[in-house]
């Protein structure tokens, strides 16, 4: 293989995750008396740090925001995260990349310990090393900041072997953060991103399928 740190994207590349993700941001900004976005667009809220969601696609301020993403945090535990499913061929591709040797982290703008729980809701903690994402107080929220620290958390030094990493994601957001990293990237067509938005930000590489990742890791 190319590759041997494999950083995947958790919504919309390896989990199938919009209904919980729209009913949580619903709930959270019907609880503070907010007007309602139009939500059609999954584009505009699956990928980007929970706060940016608030203060953007909201427009709230940072101590409305903050407080949104509490409320969307409480409905997410009790109810979204069950909403989660893996995509089709996911687990396969994991099990082979595996056995060639590479490792895998999930490399997420959710919050961690959420990130954990839904692989054991989806049936894939065992196909991946590391979990990596974003802390309660805000830090380490963009990928910019997680693909440095999940290379590491593979064992990995991330100046000397950047190379050897690829971050594999279906937004814009995933794009940007392998990009402003110097890392390699590749989109995936599955998800709920766009592949022009992607593109915009030197994406070359795009699977339409999880098992169609395989020859391009």
């Known amino acids: 293989m190319k590759y041997k740190y494999l950083l995947f994207d958790l919504d919309g590349t390896v989990s199938e995750s919009a209904a919980g993700i729209r009913a949580s941001l619903e709930y959270a900004i019907r609880e503070l008396g907010a007007p309602m976005p139009d939500l059609d667009d999954y584009t505009l809220y699956i990928g980007p740090p929970l706060l940016d969601t608030f203060t953007g696609l909201v427009g709230l301020d940072l101590e409305n925001a903050q407080r949104g993403s509490e409320l969307y945090r409480e409905y997410y535990q009790r109810h979204g995260k069950h909403l989660n499913r893996a995509y089709d061929g996911i687990a396969e591709l994991l099990q082979r990349v595996r056995l060639q040797g590479a490792k895998t982290a999930v490399c997420t703008s959710k919050y961690e310990p959420f990130a954990e729980e839904i692989l054991g809701i989806i049936g894939l903690s065992e196909l991946f090393d590391a979990v990596c994402g974003s802390n309660l107080d805000g830090s380490r929220k963009d990928k910019r900041d997680i693909i440095p620290y999940a290379v590491r958390s593979l064992g ?49 590489l795009f699977a339409k399928t999880p098992s169609g990742l395989f020859e391009l890791l």
């Open 156 to 204: 990995g030094d991330f100046e000397a072997e950047r190379e050897d990493a690829v971050m594999i994601g279906d937004t814009w957001f995933d794009a940007q953060g392998a990009r402003l990293c110097g890392v390699d990237f590749i989109g995936v067509e599955y998800g709920y991103g766009s592949i022009g938005a992607m593109r915009e930000q030197g994406a070359e």
